[in-house]
């Protein structure tokens, strides 16, 4: 039987279902070689020689597939159908040739499909071909590219920027984008501006809104009214004059279905719809594709296969009819840049199956591919018909003009099925329906008692009052009522751009050029692993590390993160798939220009490095201040001068005198609270501060006694303003003792950790949900909560003993029973030993206990503890024990250097 290999079980599993018996299906579970992670894998002084390992969890894998050889010296390699894909097969055969499982009278074919469907499996199985040896060098030249940023830059930041953990070839420029976005954020600064708008009513009493767009005669621009006494005449000019519909003019419109999806849009969508980050997204639509679900999700290509277009347009007729099913089929071309390796659009493999007939249990499974099928039914559906209309509405002396905007959908079309969502509210739509009105109708103001009802959808306006934390910024605004009761003034402020979401990030990098559909997900994760951006409320948020990090690569690697280099270096690979390029060229050309770079950093010192960054920073980490003083001299002691210092944190500001002056503070500032004294306790001075990990209080100074005076971080939620010196005293006075455990007597205590607010009973810890609980929460209810977490866990926490029996007669250590999951037992030191069948725990003997403990150590073959006896210890003085230790120490010491000595002389071998 010919040997089939795929990547996953799962996709075997569901090919062997088509092929049958006359087949071997096997997966490889992925690669199964990749570079050993230590320096030398891809050697840059000869010709960039890649030296490959089998992993040991794929040596098994790999063996497998040799063992079925045997049997059949027929191989196919099924693997996916893009670069990693024809990797993985290039791997497979260069693997088991090693071995010689593979003879010169091997057949060896390479086959690929789009679906994992019955017809698409069993066609490709008739059209075999060899493997795409440009699709091999591409991946090639970007695990060298990538193995040599990551391997020669990362020991670059380890030794300059303590605490950062990696560089790569696209994780840094996707973290620059983050970081530019915060400084945008940063350094915005709001205009403000005000609209005026009108509650009006038609002659048949249906009340409509208008928007003032011409005061004195003259059009609006979105600035004009710049203030509230602007905006309060302009009240005053509308609420005095007598208003009529100059014009109504009704325009038909159009809106046409979005394009099926790629991987990029999936991810954006996935993100919008359900807050799915792209590497659940991913995770679901791989499970998908190897159920043969929907075709392969790993793909930059838009276009539909002829059958699947047909397949759609059928599904459409059945369910909708024939109106929603548009004269020709659509035709989408792939608009983004750097399109490559295209395969078909991410797509159902059955039109006609909607997420409920496939009845998917796993919830992420099922939204995906509801939204995949919807996305692509819709795709080929008629456009929807709108009328749009605009309503002019003036006075007789033409000094104010407002006007109202609608539409009407007139035909849903592909609406019917799906419309796509956004990334950003927009406000420049008005999607509302207006009432019948005509030209020359007077419009008079809406009855008083709506006066109220029209004051409050101002404030639910897209840029009224209206918090928004979550983008880093807050809305001022305030709204004015006219004398007419139904004219509102709105004050705005300019917005700064949004934070990145996953959605709007892989949108941007697919506009730059830069990494490709199998990238995107493992570049966001690896960013949020190494803990250079948060996710918070789906927006990512770039830490203090994550600021360095990118402010040390402008200044000392700038080429290597900028977005037009590392496009073009994609395109450059793009032509190596396509067989224009020769890969090693491109290394080498890379290579001659990035190790000059290497070498240059490699001879800066720590405090050069810092002195760079803390320019570079400066706006950042020094604004000025509202009395005038220099920002950089120290809020503590007033002499020291404040400067960037890092840790393996990430970094801080720091000051000069240190130690004599501790004074830290984040990156991000001081909340503006500062550094203040909030009282005394006793002769104990209790601070606020500010430091690296944010603001926290402190007892009294440090001192040669004491260096570590007692602190305690403000919880999530605490604010600094807010702090005084009672809730200081209250945090300084954690862990608080709740009450006594009933069961052991053991303390049970409250705190707040580097989790959060938690009880806690010996090593059993349950999470509590609010800080507050930490003072509140009295004994019965920190007993349930211990006891639901014990649950959890299997109730594993410590047992309690059901008798003492005493110490073992021979070699010391207590005896006592215990009952177990499998009944009763006695313990003596690390021997469980169960009691006969039948024999009651508390009559047991300590006699028979001895016995049963003796009988299974000598069962496991173990020496039994030889205890040393009483007197002589007691007798043992306390200058031969020093000695004694002095000399364990001293051969620990030893055989530590021997150790290290043997260690520096192996890898000096290695070397050499």
Sequence with gaps: MPVVVVESPAKAKTINKYLGSGYTVLASYGHVRDLPPKDGSVDPDHEFEMTWEVGNDSKKHVKAIADALKDDNALILATDPDREGEAISWHLKEALTKRKSIKKDTDVRRVTFNAITQKAVTEAMQNPREIDAPLVEAYLARRALDYLVGFNLSPVLWRKLPGAKSAGRVQSV????????????????????????????????????????????????????????????????????????????????????????MTSTLQQEASRKFGMGAKQCMSAAQRLYEAGHITYMRTDGIDMAPEAVHAARDAIKDRYGDKYVPKSPRMYKNKAKNAQEAHECIRPTEMSKDAGALRLTDADQRKLYDLIWKRTLACQMEAARLERTTVEIGCDDKQVGLRATGQVVLFDGFMKVYEEGRDEPSGDEDDSRLPQIHEGDKTPFAKAGLRAEFAKAGEKDDAAPVANTDEGNDRNGKAVIGGADAVLALQHHTQPPPRYTEATLVKKMEELGIGRPSTYASVLTTIQDREYVRKDKNRLIPEDKGRIVTHFLLNFFKRYVEYDFTASLEEELDDVSAGQRDYKELLAKFWRDFSAAISETSELRIAEVLDVLDEALAPTLYPPREDGTDPRTCPLCGEGSLHLKTSRSGGFVGCSRYPECRYTRPIGGDDGAGDRVLGHDGEDEISLRSGRFGPYVQRGEATEEQPKPPRASLPKGWSAEAMDLEKALTLLSLPRQVGIHPEDGEPIE????????????????????????????????????????????????????????????????????????????VKWDKVNATLPKDTDPQEVTLEQAVALVDEKAAKKGGAKKKAAPKKAAAKKSPAKSAAAKKTTAAKKTGTSKASASKSATTKKSASG
């Design 750 to 825: 409250a705190g707040i950790g580097r989790y959060g607010p938690f009880v806690k009973h010996n090593r059993l810890y349950a999470n509590l949900k609010e800080v507050d609980e930490v003072f509140e929460i009295g004994i019965n209810r920190a007993v349930d909560l211990l006891a639901e977490k014990a649950a959890k866990r299997g109730g594993r926490t410590a047992a309690k003993a059901l008798k003492e029996l005493g110490e073992h007669p021979e070699h010391g250590g207590a005896l006592a029973v215990f009952d177990g999951r499998y009944g009763p037992y």
């Design 174 to 261: 996707c973290l620059r984008l983050i970081v530019e976005r915060e400084m945008e954020i940063e350094a915005f600064d709001p205009r403000e501006y005000w609209s005026v708008k009108a509650l009006l009513s038609t002659p048949r009493g249906q009340d409509f809104e208008a928007r003032l767009t011409t005061l004195a005669g003259k059009k609006l621009d979105k600035y004009d009214l710049a203030n509230e006494t602007q905006a309060e005449m302009a009240v005053q000019a509308v609420a005095h004059r007598a208003l009529y519909v100059t014009s109504v003019e009704a325009k038909p419109a159009s809106r046409n279905p979005s394009a099926p999806f």
